[in-house]
């Protein structure tokens, strides 16, 4: 996977994480990726920023990413995954061929699948991945 840093129209800056720079310009033509602050569909890859800086300049930050724990941080991914996806349930396999096929406007969907189900898609040439769903306590 490649991690890009991007940008929408109003300026929203975030990452987004794609195959390849052609899965990421095909996204991007197909309004696929989205802003996750305001869902601006307006995109553009930006170059990330470098810069020197001072022992203590970025502590600030650091201690921040340190004090995300990796189930807040999978928590935060979960819910921008439930906000930005259509749930198909078990119906994914059958939804994202109607998609690849263009039977269906092309959307974000998530779902589950038999290992059956991955192997038709992956025959047929749908791109997909696979996110595991941790159990979280409410």
């Known amino acids: 996977m490649i991690v890009y840093d991007l940008k929408c129209e109003k300026g929203h800056k975030f990452?987004?994480?794609?195959?390849?720079?052609?899965?990421?310009?095909?996204?991007?033509?197909?309004?696929?990726?989205?802003?996750?602050?305001c869902e601006?569909?307006?995109i553009e890859?930006?170059?990330?920023?470098?810069?020197?800086?001072?022992?203590?300049?970025?502590?600030?930050?650091?201690?921040?990413?340190r004090d995300l724990?990796?189930?807040?941080?999978l928590q935060l991914f979960h819910k921008y995954l439930d906000k930005n996806f259509?749930?198909?349930?078990?119906?994914?396999?059958?939804a994202a061929l109607k998609i690849h096929n263009g039977e269906e406007d092309r959307r974000n969907i998530k779902g589950t699948t038999t290992r059956?189900?991955?192997e038709a898609l992956k025959r047929e040439g749908v791109q997909f991945t696979?996110?595991?769903v941790p159990k979280f306590d409410s």
């Not at 724990?69 to 941080?73: D, E, L, N, R, T």
């Not at 259509?86 to 059958?94: P, Q, R, W, Y």
């Open 15 to 37: 990452e987004g994480w794609f195959k390849c720079r052609t899965a990421f310009e095909d996204q991007r033509s197909q309004k696929l990726i989205t802003c996750p602050i």
């Open 40 to 42: 601006s569909s307006e």
């Open 45 to 65: 890859m930006i170059f990330p920023t470098v810069s020197i800086r001072g022992k203590d300049a970025g502590e600030s930050r650091e201690r921040d990413l």
């Open 69 to 73: 724990s990796p189930m807040k941080a």
């Open 86 to 94: 259509d749930d198909v349930g078990d119906k994914f396999a059958e």
């Open 116 to 118: 059956d189900e991955e």
């Open 130 to 132: 696979k996110i595991p």
